[in-house]
């Protein structure tokens, strides 16, 4: 179980190579999440329901999600 932002954000770049790649090369990988585009925040939302649906994140931990 993904207890932790930290976690979810680390397993989002690796379950999503293209992005984590493009994040990379403009530089912006670790920046806030307005920083990144719509593609990705959209990719990562749908991620983040995906785990809680899934049973893998807590309701608490999905709603204060960011990437």
């Avoid at 932002?5 to 989002?12: C, G, L």
């Avoid at 920046?31 to 585009?37: D, I, R, V």
């Amino acid at each position: 179980m993904i207890t932790t932002q930290k976690q979810i954000r680390a397993q989002f770049w690796l379950d999503h190579p293209s992005f984590d790649h493009q994040a990379r090369e403009a530089g912006i990988r670790s920046k806030p999440q307005n920083e990144h585009c719509a593609t990705v925040r959209c990719a990562f939302v749908d991620y983040v329901d995906m785990l809680y649906d899934a049973g893998q994140i807590s309701e608490a931990l999905a709603n204060r999600a960011t990437l």
